[in-house]
Structure formats: structure tokens, C-alpha cells
């Protein structure tokens, strides 16, 4: 036993090393997402970086375009007043030397000053009269002594040229800022402001105090505020687009973030149940190498048993033999004794025959096996015990199933099952056998009552386990290693209480492994 805990300990597999890699999978995909969302941040913050640049560049622009603006109406303005005086001093000379030469007339006045563009003419003296047109047109103005005066006055939107004549007479000219007002409406700060505000990216460019609560910047504004001179601006730009590849970058984020944490998930599923299975089969390596070490050691311990002692048993049980034969003054209770110490003798020969046989390589010789027929066969050779025991025989033949085995070999696997079947129920009770194909299986389910509930069936599996009093217990693992050499398996269950269930798996023809198992 100290021989087989030594070969048994080094079959322990330290998982540590394997099982962690799906932690680090996934610790790796987590860091891909956190790259992922602050890539995608940084983006953002990019993005953000570069509107502002744009609309403070574009700020200056139109900052600068306002003061230009300005300048040219200032200009536009002197320009135009300029003018206007120049004109009406001109035409003030005209109509001085006009009245000069021949008087005019009222009417003649009012008709020169629609053909020259003016609103009104009035030659103010005493030869002179006014028509009503001209008196409500033109204010009410004294005539200067030398220089001419020249004015504007907004109520009445009209531009006055006063010019004085002799003897305290003077000519007043008034020309209509009409058009000028609509021209100066289009040149000054308001209109330049709506004109502003059409242009594309540009929402509104208001005054500030302006319309304070009709604009407020909203998530699709983003405002701008410049001074111009001693005017500050309001520039709200159109953050549509700003907004909408902001959404597409959190949306591409989200994407590719789910479809990577999916994607991890899955692969580090894959990796657990890879590395579940190759620990498995290393477990199941690791106690298979164990086990033939053990059957190994078995093999040597059970050669040395059998040399050392059952040389020695077949002299004593020779021995006893030739006592009772020979030995006539021997009386019927030493004959008797004798006789049971020469059983004694057989039986352990008998365990020691058994413990060798268990101990050697399981060499099979494959020929076409007929599974049906097998169990028929020993079924046959059982009757009279069934019979005698009350135990009813079921065989499902339903499926003929051949197999390339060694006859001999599961022959004595299904015999040793059936014959512990019967042993199980030694006051009446069933066994039931079906057959069936699955795939390239052969599955082979017996079935029997049993007495007392087995809470572990596959301990009847280890060698010298059992619950019977009396046997060695290597009856089902040596069914067990006879099912593994022809590259099959032999399970145990209890289904329910009171029922032993064996099913014997076996490959059908090319699924056979012809190979030597010890």
C-alpha cells in the first residue's frame, strides 16, 4: 500500500497556471475597451478643440468685416452728404442766376425742382410767394447774411440748403433723404447684422442685450462673443454637425466596444472550456499513467506473490491430499480437517490465480463478434440458477449488433456481470440486457434489482472493492480494463433504489483501436 500511494501522488494537477488565461483574456479585452472609450474621448475633446478655433477664427472674420463695414459707411456717408451739399449749391447758383435773368413763378418753381430731383425750391423776398407744398415740405428758416447753411432734418427726412442773395433774400433747396435712408439702412450695423446671419454656419449675430431670451445657445449653437469698437457681439454658430459626428463617435463607440466585450466573452469562454477540457485529460492522463503504474507495481508485487507462496500452497494441498489417501489410521474428524485445509488451500491458490490474472496485460485478438448470440449464449448457461432464484431473464434482440472483438475476452466481461447480477438477488427478482447502436456505438445496458441501495457505484470499480463477503473484488475492474482494451467503457449507476444499472459502451468495426493496454 506504501508502493501505491508513492505511484498515485504525482498525478496532481496544478490548474493555477491554466485556469487564470480566460481571467487575463478578459482583463485584456477590458483594456481594449477602455482604450477604445478614450481614443474615442480624445477625439471628442479634439473635435470640440477644433469647432472652438473655427468659430473664434471665423469671429475674427466677421469682426472684421464689421469694422470694415463700418469704416466704408462712415466714408459712404461724408461721401454722400458731400455730394448732396455740392449738388444743391450748384443748383442754388443755377436758380439765383435763373431768377436773375426772368423771375420765377410758383408754379415754375415747384416744376424746376421735380425736373432737378429736389423736394422743394423757395425763393424767399417779397416778389416771391410760396405755394403750400413747399411751405409744409420746407421749415420754417431765416436767411443767413453771408454764408450759406446747410442742414438735415430727420422728422422731415430732408437735407436744406439755405443761400442768401441780396438785400436779406435767400434761396432754400430741399432735397429728400428717402433714398438715402434706405441706402443707409443697408449700409449700417443692423442690416449688415441680418445679412450676417444668412451666411451659412452662422445662426445669429446679435447686439448684446438684444434679444437676450430669444437666443439662448442651445446644444446645436455654440456663441461667440466679440467686441467691435464699443460693441459686443453675439455670433451663435451652427453646432449641427459638430453635434451629429459627436453622436456617430459615441455611437461607434458603443458599437465596437459591445461587439468587443462580446467578443471577449465568447473567447474567453472558448478558452475556459479548452482549458477545462485539456486539465481534464491531463487529470485523466495523469490517473491513467498512475493506474498502469500501480497495475505495473501489482504485476511485479503479484509475480513475486505467486512465486514465493503458491509453489508452497500447491505442496501443502499436495501434502493434505496424500495424508488423506495414504494415511488410513487417520479417524473421520482428522479425514474432515484435512479436507477443509486442502479447500482453504485451493481457495487461496484460487484469489492468488485470480490476482495474477488481474495483474497482466489484457492482449486482445479481434474477430467478428456477434453480441446477441454472446449473451444468449451465457444467458443459457445461467438458466438454472435464474430459475432456481426466481430471477426473471428479459433480452432485447431487436439489435444485431456485430462487433470486430475478442470473443473470449467479452465473453468473459458479460459473465462476469451476469453472474454478479445473480449473486445481487439471491431472493428473486429481474435482469434486463438491451442492445442498441448509436452512431459507430455499440451501447449494452444490463439491468437488475439489487438488495441494498449502492450510494457509490463506481468504487465497484477500484480493484479489491466489494460488497459482497465473500470475493476479491476485482470481478468489474477487470470487466472495466476488458472494455477499455477493445477502446470502449463500462459505466455503473443506480438510477433509482433498488436497481444496479451497468452500461458497456464498445466501438463498432472501424472504431476499434487494436492496440495492446496494460
Known amino acids: ?62 469682426s472684421g468685416v464689421i469694422k470694415q463695414n463700418t469704416q466704408t459707411v462712415n466714408l459712404a456717408e461724408g461721401a454722400l452728404k458731400q455730394t448732396i451739399q455740392t449738388f444743391l449749391e450748384n443748383t442754388a447758383r443755377f436758380v439765383d442766376y435763373l431768377d436773375s435773368v426772368e423771375p420765377f413763378s410758383t408754379d415754375e418753381l415747384d416744376a424746376f425742382a421735380g425736373e432737378t430731383g429736389l423736394a422743394a425750391i423757395r425763393i424767399r423776398d417779397d416778389a416771391h410767394e ?105 455670433i451663435g454658430f451652427d453646432a449641427s454637425r459638430y453635434t451629429m459626428r459627436v453622436k456617430q463617435i459615441w455611437r461607434n463607440m458603443l458599437i465596437f466596444s459591445f461587439l468587443l466585450i462580446l467578443l471577449g466573452i465568447f473567447f474567453s469562454w472558448l478558452l475556459y472550456r479548452y482549458q477545462r477540457a485539456y486539465l481534464q485529460r491531463m487529470t485523466d492522463f495523469e490517473r491513467k499513467l498512475a493506474q498502469e503504474r500501480e497495475d505495473a507495481a501489482l504485476g511485479r508485487a503479484t509475480a513475486t506473490i505467486t512465486h514465493e507462496i503458491r509453489n508452497p500452497l500447491n505442496a501443502i494441498s499436495m501434502g493434505l491430499q496424500r495424508i488423506e489417501l495414504e494415511a488410513q489410521e487417520l479417524d473421520q474428524e482428522h479425514r474432515e480437517l484435512a479436507a477443509t485445509m486442502r479447500k482453504a488451500v485451493k481457495r487461496t491458490n484460487s484469489i492468488i490465480g485470480d490476482l495474477l490474472h488481474y495483474s497482466r496485460p489484457v492482449t486482445i485478438k479481434p474477430g467478428p463478434v456477434d453480441m446477441s448470440e454472446l449473451i444468449n449464449d451465457i444467458l443459457l448457461l445461467y438458466k438454472p440458477h435464474c430459475e432456481k432464484q426466481q430471477i426473471r431473464v428479459s433480452h432485447d434482440t431487436s439489435h444485431s449488433l456485430i462487433l470486430l472483438a475478442d470473443s473470449e475476452l467479452l465473453g468473459q466481461l458479460i459473465e462476469n456481470l451476469i453472474k454478479n447480477a445473480v449473486e445481487a438477488q439471491e431472493n428473486g427478482g429481474y435482469i434486463h440486457i438491451s442492445s442498441i447502436a448509436k452512431g459507430k456505438k455499440a451501447v449494452i445496458v444490463f439491468e437488475n434489482a439489487i438488495q441494498e441501495t449502492i450510494e457509490q457505484p463506481a468504487q465497484l470499480l477500484e480493484p479489491y472493492f466489494t460488497s459482497k463477503t465473500r470475493g476479491t473484488g476485482l470481478g468489474l475492474p477487470m470487466a472495466r480494463r476488458i472494455a477499455e482494451a477493445h477502446g470502449g467503457t463500462l459505466l455503473l449507476e443506480s438510477p433509482e433504489k433498488n436497481i444496479f444499472r451497468v452500461k458497456l459502451t464498445l466501438p463498432i468495426q472501424d472504431d476499434l483501436q487494436n492496440t495492446k493496454r496494460e
Open 1 to 62: 500500500m506504501t508502493e501505491q500511494t508513492s505511484l498515485t501522488a504525482p498525478h496532481r494537477v496544478n490548474p493555477s497556471g491554466l485556469g487564470s488565461s480566460w481571467k487575463i483574456n478578459l482583463l485584456v479585452i477590458g483594456s481594449l475597451v477602455f482604450i477604445v472609450i478614450a481614443y474615442s474621448l480624445w477625439q471628442i475633446s479634439l473635435l470640440r478643440k477644433n469647432f472652438r478655433n473655427y468659430s473664434k477664427e471665423h469671429s475674427q472674420v466677421v
Open 130 to 234: 410760396p405755394s403750400q407744398n413747399t411751405v409744409s415740405l420746407l421749415p420754417n428758416l431765416s436767411c443767413p447774411d453771408t454764408e450759406a447753411t446747410f442742414n438735415y432734418f430727420p422728422e422731415k427726412k430732408l437735407y436744406v440748403m439755405v443761400w442768401p442773395r441780396q438785400e436779406k433774400s435767400c434761396i432754400i433747396l430741399g432735397f429728400s433723404a428717402a433714398h438715402i435712408e434706405r441706402l443707409h439702412k443697408q449700409l449700417r450695423i443692423p442690416a449688415l447684422l441680418q445679412s450676417l446671419s444668412a451666411l451659412p454656419g452662422i445662426k445669429y449675430v446679435k447686439l448684446l442685450g438684444e434679444d437676450d431670451e430669444a437666443f439662448t445657445p442651445d446644444r446645436q449653437t455654440i456663441e461667440q462673443q466679440i467686441r467691435v469698437g464699443d460693441t459686443v457681439l453675439r
